[in-house]
C-alpha cells in the first residue's frame, strides 16, 4: 500500500525539549515535542523591545501552549519529529535523538527484510509500510514502520496490517506490527528496485562453491546447489555439510559468505585452515596489524571494504585467529557479538569477524617504505612515525609554526565526517598552551587511555611533525565511542561543542572553563558559551564584543570569574540560520564589566565606578553600546535627566583594597587565538599563530583528495594574511564587501564564523 499522510502546516518549525520544564504545579519532560508557527518565530527573533528569553510553543502531544527557554529547545525537520514522535516514552525518545546517527540512518524501503525488536528479542521481518497511520489525535501524525514477523516471529505480531478498521498492508493474522523506526535494523540490503547490487559478502556465489553461514548463531559449512535470483532478496539452496540426508536448506544470499579455495590468489574468508600454531605467522606487510590498525578486506570482485581492527583474538569453533573489525559502511554482519557473546561494540551491520590473514594494511594510510609509492602526493608520514610521541612538546609560535605547519599534508587528516573534532584539535592545540592541562591533569577515567591518545598520538605530533594521520585520530573516535556508548561517533558529524564537553567534562574530569552568574542566582558552570540576542537593525555588521556584551545584558549574566579560555559560539539556529550576515573578530576582548565582583571604571570621568545601570545599556548618548556603569557623582548627574528618572541603578561589590587607594583600576582582556568555521555541515579553522597582524593560517582536514572512493583526504595549511586587511578595514567598507569578492578565504572567516575561541595567559598560569 502506498505511504499515507495527511496535510500538515508547512510552516511551523518543531523542536524537541532537551531538558524538563516546569509548568505550574507539573513537569513538561525532555523528549517532549513542540512546535510554532514560523512566523511567530521570525516576528519573535527580530522583535527590539521584547527582551525575554523563551519562546512560546505547542506541546504536540498535549496540545497546550507553554514558555520554553530556547536554551533546552533543540530543531527538528518535520520528517523527523514525525519519526521521533512514534516513540512513546519521551526519555526513550530523547536518546535516540541524542543518538544523532538513527535518525540520518533511517532507511525503511517497502520490500525490504530487517531484523526487528519485540518482546525483548529480535526478530526477522519483512516491511510492507511506511507512513502514519491517519492519528488525529496530534497536531503532526507519527510516522510507523508497519512489518510481516518471519521465521520465529510468526504469530507474534498483534494485527494483520489493519489498524483500527483502516487496511495499511496485508499479512497472515498476528504477523503483522507498526513499530517506531529505532526497533527496526537494516540486517539486509535494499531491495531490488532500488537498483542496488545483491552480491554477497567476499564474491559471487555459483553453484558447487563451498560457502559458510549461520543456523541459530552457529556457523555451518555447506556446498551451494542453486541460486534463485527471482526471489526478492535472492535465495541460495544449501546442501550442509553435517547431514545424513539429502534435505537441502533455503539461505538468504545475503547470509552466505563464499569460501575461498587455498589457491585462490585473492584474499577470502577460508582456504586452508592453518592450526592456532600457524596462526600468528603473517606476511611481512601484516606486521603493521593490531588492534586499532587500519585494513582493507576484498568485499567482493573488484571492490574493497575499508575498516578498523576492533579486537584480535579466537573464536569458539573457528581454528584460525581472528579479526572482529569494524567497517566504514553497512557492509558487516553484526554489531560486534558472536554467538551471542559481545566481542567488541559497533552500529549494526558495520562488524564483521575475518580471519586475520584475510586483512591487509589500509593502502590508503600507508607510507612508501609500507607500499609502492601510488603517487608523487601520497603523505609524507605513515601512521608509526606520528603513532607515539611521549613527553611535552611546546605548541608551535611565529616562524617555527610556518616551518612545521605550512603545506599539504600537513595538519590532522579528515577522514568519515571527522571534521569538527579535526578543526577544533587543531584550534585548541595547534599554536595555543591554554589548555595543555588537559594533557597531563589526571584524567578522571582509571586507565587514561583517552587522555593518552590525545596527548601522544595527535597533539604531540601535530607541534612536532606537523601531521596526525585519520588512523590516530579514529582511535580517538573509537575511545570516545565506548566512553559515551555513542556508536555514531566513529561515523557521523556532530558539533564541535558537544565533542569539546564530553572530553573535557566526562573523561578528562576538566574544571569547568567558565563560571556564570546571575543576580540571586547559584553560579552556573559550563565549557562553551552560546550567544543568544534579540536582531536589532543597528547591529548590521557587530563584532564579538558587541555581541558578548548584548548576551550578558540580555541573560542578565556576569562572569564570576576571569576564564583561561573562553569559548563562544555564536548566535545562529542549527547550522542554517545565521542572524548576521557578517561578524568581525574582536582580535581583544576586554571582559572587566562583564564580571560580578571586580572593580570597574565610571563611563563618564573614569574613576571607581559605585553604581551599575541596566536601563542604561541601549542610550546612545552616551556611548554606542555596552554595559553602563557611573560613580555616585556621575550617576546622579546622568540619571537627573527626565528620561533616565525611572532607571533604577544598582550598588557595585568593590573590593576594600580599591576603597581605600587610588590605584589604577585594571582591565581584564583576553586576546583571540582560533575561530572555527562552518559552510555546508563542514568545519575549518583560522588560527593566530604569531603576534604580527598578518599571521594568521587556515585548516582544512579535507581540502583535497587522492583517488575516488579507495582514495584518502589532504589535509591542508595555508597562510592567510589576507584576514588582517579586512580586520583594520574601516566599518563602513565592509559593511559593503560582497563576500563573494572577498579575497582567499577571509568569507569564511567574517561570514561563516561558528566558534571563537580566546585565552588569557596571565589565568593560564593558574590552571
Known amino acids: 500500500m502506498a505511504e499515507v499522510s495527511r496535510e500538515v502546516d508547512d510552516f511551523l518549525m518543531y523542536f524537541i525539549l532537551l531538558e524538563k520544564v516546569p509548568v505550574g504545579a507539573r513537569t513538561v519532560e525532555p523528549g517532549r515535542l513542540c512546535c510554532m508557527s514560523e512566523e511567530s518565530y521570525l516576528q519573535k527573533v527580530t522583535e527590539d523591545q521584547n527582551t525575554a528569553h523563551s519562546l512560546s510553543v505547542t506541546v504536540i502531544e498535549e496540545n497546550a501552549m507553554i514558555d520554553v527557554d530556547v536554551n533546552v529547545l533543540q530543531p527538528l525537520s518535520q520528517k523527523k519529529a514525525a519519526l521521533l514522535l512514534a516513540i512513546r516514552s519521551p526519555a526513550e525518545r530523547l536518546n535516540c535523538f541524542l543518538e544523532k546517527g538513527l535518525l540520518e540512518d533511517v532507511q525503511a524501503k517497502i520490500g525490504q527484510r530487517v531484523l526487528v525488536e519485540h518482546e525483548q528479542k529480535l526478530y526477522p521481518a519483512l516491511i510492507h509500510f511506511v507512513g502514519n497511520t491517519l492519528d488525529t489525535s496530534t497536531l503532526l501524525p507519527p510516522v510507523y514502520i508497519g512489518v510481516e514477523l518471519e521465521g520465529e516471529g510468526e504469530g507474534r505480531g498483534n494485527m494483520d496490517g489493519s489498524y483500527k478498521g483502516v487496511t495499511f498492508f496485508k499479512c497472515k493474522n498476528k504477523c503483522g506490527l507498526l513499530l517506531p523506526f529505532n526497533k527496526v535494523m537494516y540486517s539486509e540490503a535494499p531491495p531490488p528496485d532500488e537498483s ?23 556457523l555451518k559449512r555447506g556446498i551451494d546447489i542453486a541460486v534463485n535470483n527471482q526471489a526478492a532478496a535472492g535465495i541460495v539452496e544449501v546442501l550442509p555439510e553435517e547431514t545424513t540426508s539429502n534435505e537441502l536448506l533455503r539461505i538468504p544470499l545475503d547470509s552466505i559468505v563464499k569460501e575461498e579455495t587455498p589457491d585462490h590468489r585473492s584474499p577470502g574468508l577460508d582456504g586452508r585452515s592453518p592450526g592456532k600454531e600457524e596462526a600468528g605467522k603473517v606476511d611481512v606487510p601484516r606486521r603493521l596489524l593490531e588492534v586499532d590498525s587500519l585494513v582493507q578486506i576484498q568485499y567482493k570482485e573488484g571492490e574493497l571494504a575499508f575498516g578498523m581492527i576492533r579486537w584480535l583474538g579466537y573464536l569458539p569453533q573457528m581454528d584460525d585467529f581472528m579479526a572482529g573489525v569494524e567497517l566504514e559502511e553497512d557492509k558487516g554482519l553484526t554489531d560486534g557479538s558472536w554467538c551471542g557473546h559481545r566481542y567488541f561494540f559497533c552500529p549494526p551491520k558495520r562488524g564483521l569477524f575475518v580471519k586475520l590473514r584475510v586483512c591487509q594494511p589500509d593502502t590508503r594510510f600507508l607510507s612508501s617504505k609500507d607500499c609502492p609509492p601510488r603517487s608523487l602526493e601520497s603523505p609524507k608520514h605513515s601512521r608509526n612515525e606520528s603513532r607515539r610521541m611521549a613527553g611535552k612538546v611546546p605548541p608551535l609560535r611565529g616562524a617555527a609554526a610556518l616551518d612545521v605547519l605550512e603545506g599539504d599534508m600537513k595538519g590532522i587528516q579528515g577522514h568519515c565526517n571527522s571534521c569538527y573534532m579535526d578543526a577544533a584539535l587543531f584550534s585548541l592545540f595547534s599554536c595555543s598552551s591554554v589548555l595543555d592541562s588537559l594533557l597531563f591533569k589526571p584524567s578522571s577515567l582509571p586507565n587514561g587511555k583517552i587522555q593518552e591518545t590525545l596527548r601522544e598520538e595527535i597533539v604531540n605530533p601535530l607541534r612536532k611533525i606537523g601531521y596526525v594521520s585519520a588512523d590516530s585520530v579514529m582511535t580517538l573516535r573509537h575511545q570516545l565511542m565506548e566512553e559515551s556508548q555513542c556508536p555514531s561517533f566513529t561515523t557521523s558529524e556532530k558539533d564541535p561543542e558537544e565533542f569539546l564537553t564530553l572530553i573535557m567534562h566526562r573523561i578528562l574530569g576538566a574544571d569547568p572553563l567558565l563560571k556564570l552568574q546571575s543576580e540571586g542566582q547559584r553560579v552556573q558552570e559550563c565549557y562553551c558559551y552560546q550567544i543568544f540576542i534579540e536582531k536589532q537593525q543597528e547591529m548590521t555588521v557587530p563584532n564579538v564584543q558587541q555581541l558578548l556584551e548584548q548576551s550578558f545584558h540580555h541573560s542578565q549574566l556576569k562572569l564570576a570569574e576571569v576564564p583561561s579560555c573562553f569559548i563562544i559560539q555564536m548566535p545562529r539556529f542549527g547550522k542554517e540560520y545565521k542572524m548576521f550576515s557578517k561578524i568581525v573578530p574582536s582580535l581583544e576582548l576586554d571582559v572587566t564589566d562583564l564580571l560580578s565582583d571586580s572593580p570597574r571604571e565610571c563611563v563618564v570621568c573614569g574613576n571607581l565606578a559605585t553604581h551599575e545601570c541596566a536601563a542604561c545599556f541601549k542610550d546612545v548618548i552616551l556611548s554606542d553600546h555596552g554595559l553602563k556603569q557611573y560613580c555616585l557623582v556621575c ?19 568593590i573590593p576594600e583594597s580599591f576603597l581605600k587607594t587610588s590605584t589604577k583600576i585594571p582591565r581584564e582582556t583576553l586576546e583571540l587565538f582560533a575561530v572555527l568555521s562552518i559552510e555546508t555541515s563542514h568545519y575549518v579553522s583560522f588560527v593566530k599563530y604569531g603576534a604580527e597582524k598578518g599571521s594568521w593560517m587556515f585548516f582544512d582536514s579535507m581540502a583535497d583528495r587522492f583517488g575516488s572512493e579507495n582514495g584518502y583526504n589532504i589535509p591542508r595549511v595555508t597562510l592567510c594574511p589576507e584576514v588582517a586587511t579586512y580586520l583594520a578595514a574601516p566599518l563602513p567598507d565592509l559593511m559593503k564587501q560582497n563576500p563573494r569578492e572577498m579575497k582567499g578565504v577571509a568569507k569564511r572567516l567574517f561570514c561563516d564564523a561558528y566558534m571563537y575561541m580566546y585565552q588569557s595567559k596571565r589565568m593560564a598560569l593558574y590552571k
Request: hydrophobic residues 20%; aromatic residues 10%; charged residues 30%.
Open 196 to 218: 542496488v547490487s545483491t552480491y554477497p559478502p567476499f564474491g559471487t556465489v555459483n553453484p558447487k562453491d563451498k560457502v559458510s553461514f549461520y543456523v541459530e548463531d552457529s
Open 635 to 653: 550617576s546622579k548627574q546622568v540619571h537627573s535627566h527626565h528620561k533616565r528618572k525611572d532607571h533604577r541603578p544598582v550598588p557595585l561589590k
